[in-house]
């Protein structure tokens, strides 16, 4: 009897092992079809002109292997035998990438990342004199109490179309557990998903206002969305920008600043997020 226990935890740990290699190849998969999506690699190429745009070594270093699919392990770890257990959630560390896909860091380091972000864009954009205000309650006069206190990340108010935009940012990591099976099958599947979900949350009060909605959906890896893109193009084409020579002496394009901001502040929301976790 003993010996075909020992057989069958024999057997277990192999197929552990199995499953973990399948794990990292759709990890490898994923990350592969995220960094080749558009806007992923803008990062790479922005001058740093302003200190949006700069990244100090310990940034730098964490979007470099993050891209890479590099173990930050001996980077921010201390030097141990151990994998740490995260303080939060009380699981192993599996990957040093945990504090990304971490479900209880959602209130503290992820939600920094998001709200660094949004403060981006909200300062890049009235730089550009396109007014935009920060958690604005655009929908106060909604018969519905339910979406009275909805506080959109961004409403911007500087269009010659004269109607108001709302937006609100997400950013996820489409190698986390709940995203890594549909996003190894079909990529940009997770932005797709957020955009939709972030468009069916704000449909009832934005058909019964003069707002046109756009989801801000971002991947950790660098992935803009379409709907962000179509977002800046509609900015460019139909908001009173201007151009300021001290503010941005590289005479780089409204649509091509805004995605380098942007891509450079998903990276920075990363290590900081990664960093501050540990």
């Known amino acids: 009897h003993s010996d075909i226990v020992a057989e069958q935890v024999d057997i277990n740990h192999e197929l552990s092992l199995v499953q973990n290699d399948l794990l990292q190849v ?8 995220s960094i ?13 002109y302003n200190l949006s745009l700069r990244m100090c070594d310990d940034e730098y270093t964490t979007a470099i292997r993050l891209r890479f699919g590099i173990e930050l392990d001996d980077f921010y770890y201390q030097p141990n035998f151990l994998k740490p257990i995260c303080v939060l959630c009380n699981k192993l560390f599996e990957s040093s990438t945990h504090p990304l896909v971490c479900r209880m860091e959602h209130r503290r380091t992820q939600n920094d990342r998001h709200n660094y972000v949004v403060s981006v864009i909200h300062q890049q954009l009235n730089r550009y004199k396109v007014s935009t205000q920060k958690e604005y309650m655009a929908f106060k006069n909604d018969p519905m109490a339910e979406y009275q206190q909805l506080r959109p990340d961004l409403y911007i108010n500087s269009c010659t179309s004269a109607t108001p935009l709302v937006c609100d940012v997400v950013v996820s990591h489409p190698s986390a557990p709940s995203y890594i099976e549909r996003a190894s099958r079909n990529p940009g599947s997770v932005t797709h998903d957020n955009e939709t979900r972030k468009t069916t949350k704000y449909r009832p009060p ?9 989801p801000i959906a971002l991947e950790s890896y660098g992935y ?4 962000t ?23 780089v394009s409204f649509p091509n600043m805004l995605i380098q901001h942007i891509s450079v502040a998903i990276q920075k929301g990363n290590a900081r997020c990664i960093g501050l976790s540990y």
């Open 36 to 48: 080749s999506g558009k806007g992923a690699s803008v990062w790479l190429d922005a001058i740093p």
């Open 229 to 251: 893109r179509k977002l800046i193009k509609y900015l460019h084409e139909h908001s009173n920008h201007t151009y300021d020579q001290q503010l941005h002496p590289w005479k």
């Open 224 to 227: 803009i969305g379409p709907l």
């Open 206 to 214: 934005i058909s019964r206002s003069r707002c046109v909605f756009y």
């Open 26 to 33: 759709k990890s490898d998969i994923v990350r592969l079809n």
